[in-house]
């Protein structure tokens, strides 16, 4: 069998996986997978396709790797310090509950940061966050809630004081934040979106993708947003003519779900 090119093997690999690779940047995705299959010790496509039907282990790494799971609480402590002056007045507007999306949530740190972060100015009992990624093995980190003291280096003291519980080198996040997060399994090329919510995190994501996927996403995300809903992205992502997706600029990373 001749070996397979990077297209047969990311048509191969979307029926095993339910991930349309095509969707993402090419370069960025080929690098990774090339990357992987090297540490992985195969040499063709193809036989790495087949070492994936097989190895649910290896499956399961393969999708942790190219899900690209970097995070960590309060990532871009800027873009926390802007969210914090210049959305949460905006966000006080709105009526309570509120309803929040983290889209692309990793191992939890971004949807945990912002139930902190609200915990400030809200009653824990108006937040309510659902936190989404396609990755299982992230996901199942991130109901868990435990970090190793690395990855809680940036937590402000008071946060880590109040809501982490130190057991065995551990940090947990104690259970009345935990109780505001939900998580659930999406992928944000092919499920459905939740609806009318107040604020959606998706930070350090769309750069991942090619700008046919980009253009729906930004469609998608516009009828998750109630009117006046916020749109809050990564700090190297812009929406270029957001106003044609009904997204207008607010602040540096802030749209808003125009109201009219």
């Not at 191969?12 to 992987?36: G, H, P, V």
């Not at 002056?85 to 999306?101: A, G, N, Q, T, Y």
């Not at 982490?164 to 499920?191: G, H, P, S, T």
């Not at 980009?214 to 916020?230: S, V, W």
């Amino acid at each position: 069998m001749n070996s397979w090119s990077y297209e047969e093997f990311t048509a191969a690999a979307q029926k095993l996986i339910n991930i349309d690779l095509s969707q993402y940047n090419e370069r960025q995705m080929k690098r990774r997978i090339n990357s992987f299959l090297i540490r992985s010790k195969h040499k063709t496509y193809n036989g790495f396709y087949q070492a994936l039907i097989t190895d649910s282990e290896l499956r399961d790494k393969f999708i942790n790797f190219i899900t690209i799971n970097v995070t960590e609480f309060f990532r871009n402590i800027a873009q926390w310090e802007k969210l914090r002056d210049e959305i949460i007045p905006f966000l006080k507007e709105f009526p309570r509950p509120l309803k929040i999306w983290s889209s692309a949530c990793s191992t939890g740190e971004e949807p945990y940061s912002v139930a902190m972060l609200l915990a400030d100015h809200f009653d824990l009992r108006d937040i309510n966050i659902l936190a989404t990624d396609i990755d299982d093995v992230a996901l199942a980190k991130a109901k868990k809630g435990a970090y190793d003291e690395k990855a809680v280096k940036k937590v402000p003291r008071k946060y880590l004081d109040n809501y982490f519980r130190l057991e065995n080198q551990q940090y947990f996040i104690k259970d009345e934040i935990k109780a505001r997060v939900k998580f659930k399994k999406i992928n944000l090329l092919v499920d459905p979106f939740p609806i009318n919510c107040h604020l959606i995190l998706s930070r350090n994501v769309m750069i991942y993708f090619t700008q046919e996927a980009k253009e729906k996403l930004y469609k998608k995300f516009y009828n998750a947003l109630i009117p006046g809903g916020i749109l809050f992205l990564g700090n190297t992502e812009q929406i270029i003519n957001a106003r044609e997706y009904g997204l207008v600029p607010l602040k540096s990373f802030f749209y808003v779900r125009d109201k009219w």
